[in-house]
């Protein structure tokens, strides 16, 4: 069991530039979601992958970022036109397919943004 | 977006002693889930609730679905160093899409040796 992986840990960027981030969901796992953490708070959901369909995303996801799943397996996130607002944890979690008992969500480590 | 209410924020307690945090919410939880994150890392898992009333335990974590659902408490026995961190707790509500979890805002904890 390897766990969720992300990658960069790390990574500064000047306002106006683009950046991805990857994840790795535990390999069983057909769900995976986005999450950011910003100092001080809870993580707040983004948006959510079952296989490779993105079936919901939160309000939080404006038009700058996008997340894709193409083979459902790895995701990335992508966030155009940087802006220190963005400045955050980014935390992917994933989930295998089934019933309730099935909610617990395994976490990443996160990729830690700053936006200069 | 939508948190559940944590409480305390932060506890500053002495090595050996028990700790209690709570969370409520204002509607119906299905799944109460507790995380531990460290500075700088993920949120990793703790305890699981599926049942209301359910009572879990995981060492010296023990953690309650409560009754009406709309509440979760963890307990920390006879803390030692290592239980610093932020606790997080997390449910997914009654009717919640696709399952995507809601969190508190998490109970810092400080223990001195």
């Known amino acids: 069991d390897t766990g969720v992986s992300q990658n960069p840990r790390h990574k500064i960027t000047k306002r106006g530039q683009n950046v991805t981030f990857r994840c790795d969901p535990i390999s069983e796992h057909n769900r995976l979601y986005w999450y950011r953490q910003t100092l001080g708070q809870g993580p707040e959901f983004l948006t959510y992958f079952q296989n490779e369909a993105q079936l919901e995303k939160s309000r939080l996801l404006s038009d700058r970022f996008s997340a894709e799943r193409p083979k459902g397996s790895f995701s990335t996130l992508e966030i155009q036109r940087t802006e220190q607002g963005d400045s955050a944890m980014y935390l992917c979690a994933s989930r295998p397919w089934g019933g309730a008992s099935t909610d617990t969500q395994y976490f990443g480590p996160g990729t830690r943004l700053t936006v200069l | ?113």
Do not use: H
Not at chain 2, 23 to 48: H, M, R
Not at chain 2, 65 to 70: A, E, L, N, S, V
């Open chain 2, 1 to 113: 977006g939508q948190q559940l209410n944590q409480s305390p924020q932060s506890m500053f307690i002495q090595e050996g002693e028990d700790v209690s945090m709570n969370c409520t919410s204002s509607s119906i939880f299905n799944t109460w889930l507790w995380y531990k994150q460290d500075p700088g890392e993920g949120p990793v898992l703790l305890i699981a609730l599926y049942k209301a009333g359910e009572l879990t335990s995981n060492g010296r974590l023990t953690a309650q679905f409560g009754i009406t659902r709309k509440d979760s408490f963890l307990n920390i026995s006879a803390s030692i160093p290592s239980d610093v961190g932020i606790y997080f707790c997390a449910g997914r509500n009654y009717g919640g899409s696709q399952g995507n979890l809601i969190f508190g805002k998490g109970t810092k904890l400080s223990v001195k040796p």
